[in-house]
Nanobody, 121 residues
Framework: QVQLAESGGGLVQAGGSLRLSCTAS????????MGWYRQAPGMQREEVAG???????MYADFAKGRFTVSRDSAKNTVYLQMNSLKPEDTAVYYC???????????????WGQGTQVTVSS
């Protein structure tokens, strides 16, 4: 069974930085896409950033220039480096990975449990 484990959230002052990590474990063939979403209280979940392959990245407008998504394929890990954080970045951040099963037949999205990021003003 595939599981994603996140770490790196916390409380930071505005202008500060945090680095989130998410590692996949279990039995599977490959990871096609990795990414991050976030959900603030009373808001819908929104996409933050994603990475396909080793270097094809995409970012939401609010993340461009401040956040960087990267992956370590050998460790089945995706990172989100967040700089110049703002109070409006406060949310629960979720990683998501599109993973092909061990037999290679199917691809499914798997989600992390979420990690709280709080930015104080």
């Amino acid at each position: 069974q595939v599981q994603l484990a996140e770490s790196g959230g916390g409380l930071v002052q505005a202008g500060g930085s945090l680095r989130l990590s998410c590692t996949a474990s279990g039995r599977f063939l490959s990871i096609t896409r990795m990414g991050w979403y976030r959900q603030a209280p009373g808001m819908q979940r929104e996409e933050v950033a994603g990475i396909i392959g080793e270097s094809h990245t995409m970012y939401a407008d609010f993340a461009k220039g401040r956040f960087t998504v990267s992956r370590d394929s050998a460790k089945n890990t995706v990172y989100l480096q967040m700089n110049s954080l703002k109070p409006e970045d406060t949310a629960v951040y979720y990683c998501v990975m599109l993973i092909r099963d061990a037999e290679g037949y199917y691809e499914n999205d798997y989600w992390g449990q979420g990690t709280q990021v709080t930015v104080s003003s």
